[in-house]
């Protein structure tokens, strides 16, 4: 694709010209409007995916707002919220399941709050006129999560990606809740974010359960026992990690510290192993 003015650094920086044609197809410039057929189908029309509105000046932004022309997002038969249809095709790499009578159905595991908090901060962007801020962070990770998934659901995933890795961070350092590991197993095959922290878990666990480290060890067997799939990951992370975390203490405990040359062997030994194959899920996502 030949290099675009998708991102205003100021308000003296217009948009191009084919981003508003695709926000507003019935409006389309006249130039465009005679390429319209040959680009139709054309692998580099722009999407959603090319543009972040918070990159663009508040008089841009507010061009996003209609009262008039909205979308209906439904949740299991029921309308959650409504928003601007010109903000939802500014923002949504999925316009193309936009059904007729300008309505979005999403999966019914998804959470209405959750949904009706990612709009309003969207509609907040394109109201505001100070500099946009990221997605709040100080959240309970359950609701964070919901949000995170909310927004794959909806295709707008880039305006949560700071709350999605301040998840990744938690689950690196911390014990989570059974209810959040309820969650991230159900949503495990959904999203590409999500089968990621999938893996961070069951290896954190395992790794957990291999040191010793887990503070209510034995509920945390029960929990997973009564869990097939977190189970079956679990021990088959367990399994392959195990066996080089004990090789790791068995050597501080008789020489009190690491040698250089086994760090560099049981790095290796780590990198050999095919972590996407222990769960059942699609693979992490490599970029």
Known sequence: MSFLLLRSASANVRVDDKVWDMIFPDAKTTKNQKAA??????PDSITAKDIDIRDWSFTERKTLASKEDQIKIVVDSEIVT???KPLFRATSTKTSELLRKNTFILPKATDADAICGLIEYLEDIISNPTKPSPFILHLPMTISLGVCAAASALGMDKYV????????DLLRTCIPSYETISLITTFRTRTKYFSRLFRILVTNLAIGLSNNTIPDEVGLEAYYMRNPILDKAIKRSHKRYGSLELRRIYWERKNGKWERAVCKEMAEAQARIDWDNLYDGPARDRK
């Open 37 to 42: 057929g040959d680009t139709a189908q054309s």
């Open 161 to 168: 990606d700071n709350l999605y890795k301040g998840c990744e």
């Open 82 to 84: 409504t928003m601007s």
